[in-house]
């Protein structure tokens, strides 16, 4: 096996951990998590069997967006550490064998980052073009029709240029102008400056947002039969646009060729988060297509609120196929913008065991993040204890994000569940209590270990990471296929119903793997499988 130091496809088929700083430890009773918290935790991810770590931002933000408003890129915020905090972590998670990813916002910034005051301040100082600015229509009316991802329009007037600003997400959060190529400089000297600190990858934040049309023309509406579930919530007018202009630009390409480019000497990795509903698949077959774009992008297939049934993966999987076949997606369940899967599909214990075991045999990366390994429910926030600008828009028909960012529970008996000794940031439910870390660790049968199990079978087997995935079939409501790599081949079935389910295998003799997950044994030429139950098996 390749080792560690010099394995450059170590993304093909890893495991990487999403890490919300805020919620994962604090160290210095602040109430909010903090960077030597993350190393203090890096054992206990290393344990589960991840290749890698994500950590989401922590660099110098007023938090009007917790940290994905960045006014000081090269610097930690008071609040998570300093620089040397994340060496440690750096340093830590190279011992344990993990890798550690960033990341790293590139379409906008604060509104209180240097680079804005100074380019705020007239039309025409040195980086009086370093933003999207555009003069009024006649009528004083904004530029066009764009909106906010966060809602109302994408544009702000500002009295000092006597002109209006594009935020596509909150109006601190002013875009970036990267037509500028002295823009994209500055971006490749900030990747140059934590590629230096020995990051090992980048994952880029709204990266389809980085360019918007030259013309600023009008968004064409979407019509109601294409709109979906993935993406803003349907209270949001974000939504009723086609956004052909204010995103998904062809500039995006030869940008990020640089980053590629910037890259590549030192095997680091971008992991881009492509935002766009409906043309999802279409844009990581675009932004991931041969060696010079990105390694791998984040699907946001798997984070709808529908539940994935197995046609529905099929469909994924075969529309992925037809767009994207060269490309690689990076798979996940939950993270922090979405209300978390054992919720948002309404699983019980056994359909989210079943779930775990199919991201880990399924082709591309995958994702897991904090909490997932325990089965945490999505969090029931008041809405005096809200803080994402997003739920508080919206509430309370889209109650936000925060009820998957809730501190992470580490001791079921201690004062915040051990996430802190002081009051936390946002409050710690009760229901998490019983099923903390430690809680778990307790428990051979728990949640927890089952991940480690799934984890553990994909690090085993060689197909499940990088071999080919034959097109995915579909019984009822089971789905199956086969991984295969060299002379490796594993068939992988599940039965995502309540309902039994008998699937018939692939010519050739079998032999039952994964006994220890609860892996259903053949009979014959085929498995019969109850509610939520899977076979694995391997070709003799």
């Known amino acids: 096996m390749t080792s560690f130091t010099t394995d450059r496809d170590w993304w093909r088929g890893a495991v990487i951990y999403q890490i919300y700083p805020r919620s994962y430890q604090d160290t210095d009773g602040d109430g909010v998590g903090d960077l030597k918290g993350i190393a203090e935790r890096l054992p206990y991810i290393a344990s589960l069997g991840a290749d890698a770590v994500w950590i989401s931002p922590f660099f110098t933000s007023p938090m009007k967006d917790y940290g994905y408003d960045v006014a000081d890129y090269c610097e930690v915020d008071p609040m998570f550490g300093t620089l040397a905090d994340f060496d440690t972590i750096v340093d830590m998670a190279h011992r344990l064998e993990l890798k550690v990813m960033i990341d790293l916002v590139m379409s906008h910034t604060s509104d209180k980052h240097p680079w804005f005051a ?6 025409t100082n040195p980086r009086a073009d370093w933003y999207v600015w555009a003069d009024p229509k006649p009528d004083g009316t904004a530029p066009n029709n764009w909106l906010s991802v966060f809602g109302g329009p994408a544009w702000q007037w500002d009295v000092r240029r006597e002109q209006y600003y594009l935020h596509n997400f909150l109006t601190a959060q002013p875009d970036l102008n990267l037509h500028n190529p002295a823009v994209q400089e500055a971006l490749f000297d900030v990747m140059g400056f ?42 949001n007018p974000y939504n009723y646009q086609r956004h052909l202009h204010d995103k998904n630009q062809p500039e995006n390409l030869q940008f990020l060729r640089g980053i590629r480019a910037l890259l590549e000497p030192s095997g680091a990795v971008a992991l881009g988060e492509i935002g766009e509903g409906h043309r999802g698949l279409e844009l990581l077959g675009e932004y991931t297509n041969g060696n010079e774009l990105l390694h791998m992008s984040y699907a946001f297939d798997f984070l709808a609120n529908t539940r994935l049934t197995a046609p529905r993966i099929a469909g994924i999987f075969d529309r992925l196929d037809k767009v994207a076949a060269d490309g690689w997606a990076c798979w996940a369940f939950s993270n922090h913008d979405v209300t978390r899967h054992v919720s948002r599909w309404a699983l019980g214990p056994e359909a989210a065991r079943a779930y775990a075991v199919l991201l880990m045999c399924l082709r591309g990366a995958a994702c897991i993040y904090q909490g997932e390994e325990l089965g945490l429910p999505e969090a029931d926030i008041a809405f005096k204890d809200l803080h994402d600008p997003y739920g508080i828009e919206f509430w309370p028909i889209f ?9 992470m529970p580490w001791h079921p008996d201690d004062v915040n569940a051990g996430f802190s000794t002081a009051r936390p940031w946002l409050p710690v439910p009760e229901a998490h209590r019983p099923l903390a870390v430690a809680a778990q660790e307790a428990d ?58 008998t699937v018939e295998l692939s010519d050739g003799t079998w032999e039952n793997i994964g006994a220890d997950l609860g892996s259903v044994a053949i009979e014959g030429s085929h498995a019969a499988l109850g509610p939520w139950e899977f076979c694995l098996a391997k070709k003799a």
């Not at 109650?399 to 501190?407: Q, S, V």
Request: hydrophobic share 35%; proline share 6%.
């Open 194 to 235: 934590w590629l230096q600190r020995g990051v090992d990858g980048f994952r880029l934040d709204a990266i389809n947002f980085c360019f918007a049309d030259k013309e600023l023309r009008d968004n064409p509406p979407m019509p109601l039969a294409e709109r979906n579930d993935i993406g803003a919530p349907s209270v």
């Open 118 to 123: 100074e380019s705020r301040a007239s039309r």
């Open 444 to 501: 051979r049968d728990a949640m927890l270990h089952h991940y480690r199990r799934a984890l553990a079978l994909r690090r085993a087997h060689t197909a499940l990471r990088t071999g080919s995935q034959t097109p995915i079939a579909v019984t009822g409501e089971a789905l199956s296929f086969v991984r295969q790599l060299e002379d490796e081949a594993l068939f992988c079935a599940f039965n995502l119903s309540e309902s039994p389910q």
């Open 399 to 407: 109650k936000g994000r925060d009820g998957c960012r809730t501190p």
